[in-house]
């Protein structure tokens, strides 16, 4: 016989016995007997207490002596979101320094475009000897104003391709970050599964994660997807903007 | 199709907007203003008599599908034609953005010559349709 159905078999007389004190009008028996069924139930909530008590206890134990998750969640984490931060701005700073050197060449590329076209035309007339000498003179002025104003120019857009170039090198910097950044995220991902292996055997989660709450988060509306990661993508979402296009002719666009 | 027409750029990345705008000169569009979502965009709008707006979705305070729901409600704006240019690919909301009266649909990344491709059809359809 197993300790379990010892112990009901003894609270099964004992609650015999209560009824049959009751019927017999034997208050004080009856009251005995009571408290002797109510023991027999409070040491088996105390023994299991006890075992609860110390599986948490060593527990907590085996997470104190372990340093590393006092780090990871007071410094590493804090710290990488730093890391993150800075990571935007680099980019952002990158992307600014760029679109200021395109927007600083653009405009001289445009009118070197025209005085190359205009210059173009008068001297394709000088060639085919229709140009009047006093045109020629003010064409000769004309290349004389545009050798030095466009040299000045040229050295301007180079100045600005060397900015472009050197904006790149927020690259280097951003990439070691999001590499460290992605050891920490394996690190903690390591953690949190023997976590949840922990909190299973101690009956507290099943270690399964709630279906209902993560799909309904899914299909949240005001979730917005964001951009694709490649080799991420779902069956709901376009791969190119040809997708988007046949999508939207399909209806009636 | 009119370059000096008035163009509002919406996005909530100061880089995008200035991406769009050096595209949209380069196209010809000088006319051109930016904001940094809905909730700015949308007093810019009223009154301010703009032709064409150019606007991401996911933005903080108001998105873009809001701002675009609610130029189609106000009947002085209600015929202005929107290009949305967003990261935002799956295929509902593509939906939701065509159910909504968006005029044209661009996913980013995005190319120079899939932006002037998607102005031209639009304005081409307007003009057809006078």
Known sequence: MTEKSEINEEALGLAKKYVGFLEAGDAEQADNALAELTDIRESQLFNELGHLTRDFHETLNSFGSDDRFNTLANDDIPDARERLNYVITKTSEAAHKTLSAVEDALPMCESLEDKFAKLNVEWSKFLSKEMKPQEFRALSLEIKDFFETSGADVTVVRNDLTDILMAQDFQDITGQIITRVITLVTEVET???????????????????????????????????????????????????????????SLGF | ??????????????????????????????????????????????????????????????????????????????????????????????????????????????????????IDKIFERIDNAK
């Open chain 2, 1 to 118: 199709m009119n370059k000096d027409m008035k163009i509002l750029v919406v996005d909530d990345f100061s880089t995008m907007r200035r991406i769009i705008k050096n595209l949209l000169r380069d196209l010809g569009f000088t006319n051109t203003s930016d904001a940094d979502d809905g909730q700015t965009a949308l007093p810019m709008l009223k009154g301010g008599s703009y032709d064409f707006l150019v606007t991401d979705w996911n933005m903080p305070g108001m998105t873009g599908i809001e701002l675009l729901k609610a130029v189609r409600a106000d009947p002085e704006m209600a015929s202005m034609p929107v290009l949305m240019v967003t990261a935002e690919q799956k295929k509902e909301q593509i939906i939701e953005a065509a159910q909504a009266g968006v005029n044209g649909y661009i996913v980013k990344p995005f190319t120079a010559i899939t932006l002037k491709e998607k």
């Open chain 1, 191 to 249: 953690s949190l599964v023997e976590l949840v292996k922990i909190g299973s055997k101690l009956g507290l989660n099943s270690g399964v994660p709630d279906n209902k709450d993560s799909k309904d988060k899914a299909e949240d509306p005001a979730a917005l997807a964001g951009p694709q990661v490649p080799g991420m993508e779902s069956e709901s979402v376009v791969a190119s903007q040809d997708d988007v296009d046949d999508l939207l002719s």
